[in-house]
């Protein structure tokens, strides 16, 4: 049974907002993969829980993420 890749793009997007890596920001994704991690996933706790969009409250970086998650449904429809 395959299991098919999540492609996360909040963890992408808060990775890229904090200056992150690629590479460190693709293993993050990865993580978030093997480990079923929540559709919304922003980046994984030191306790090994992940943070969530709906864990964030109303803040500048939540807003970026957001106005990210906006300009890239925008450029798949246009796509499609």
Not at 12 to 20: T, V
Not at 55 to 80: F, S, V, W, Y
Request: proline fraction near 5%; glycine fraction near 6%.
């Amino acid at each position: 049974m395959t299991t098919e890749s999540k492609p996360y793009p909040a963890v992408r997007i808060w990775g890229q907002q904090l200056g992150s890596y690629g590479g460190y920001i693709q293993r993050q994704v990865d993580l978030a993969n093997a480990e079923n991690a929540p559709a919304d996933a922003t980046h994984r706790r030191a306790d090994g829980s992940w943070a969530t969009l709906s864990d964030m409250e109303n803040t500048p970086l939540l807003k970026r993420i957001a106005l990210e998650l906006c300009h890239q449904l925008q450029a798949l429809e246009t796509i499609k």
